[in-house]
């Protein structure tokens, strides 16, 4: 079964967090690769950037840019690895699926873009199970069929 990660666990597992002992086992418990998209590899390493940013403004937000190097090149050895898997994508698709996704729920749930598009690329890979901490987009995952784990309950 493929077991699709969001980018709340990527930033769980590459940075010590709240929820970073759950994703941790999650990672060292497995015996295939996680599952990405290209987008959720830029959104981690986006957001590991916008960190460096926040920390030159401020040294209580953020982080140092030698963290985050060592993020970036702890998730681009285990891309290397094999313990992460970026899989390939229609995305024309994918579109077409977080427009129908948005369009049934954003009204009712306040679902982001990103967010639409991480299930909708979840659902188009068949992925039979959602790995996130974010409580939104794991009730938009559920909502449609997939199996969400570990959810700790925060957005």
């Known amino acids: 079964m493929i077991a699709f990660a969001d980018t709340s666990l ?30 959720v590899a830029f959104e981690f390493r986006q957001s590991v950037r916008l960190q460096i940013f926040r920390f030159s403004s401020d040294r209580r937000q953020g982080f140092s840019g030698e963290e985050a190097s060592k993020m970036l090149a ?6 290397a690895a094999g313990a992460l898997e970026v899989l390939p994508v229609t995305w024309p698709d994918v579109y077409s699926l977080g427009e129908r996704l948005s369009a049934r729920s954003t009204a009712t749930g306040g679902h982001r873009s990103l967010d639409l598009l991480h299930v909708a690329t979840a659902l188009h890979c068949r992925a039979g199970e959602f790995l996130t901490f974010d409580e939104n987009q794991a009730c938009l995952a559920r909502a449609n069929g997939l199996s969400v784990r570990p959810c700790a309950g925060r957005s």
């Open 10 to 39: 990527l930033c769980a597992i590459y940075r010590e967090q709240e929820n970073s002992v759950e994703a941790d086992g999650l990672m060292s418990g497995r015996h295939t690769p996680l599952a990405i998209s290209s987008l």
């Open 74 to 79: 702890k998730f681009d050895a285990n891309l």
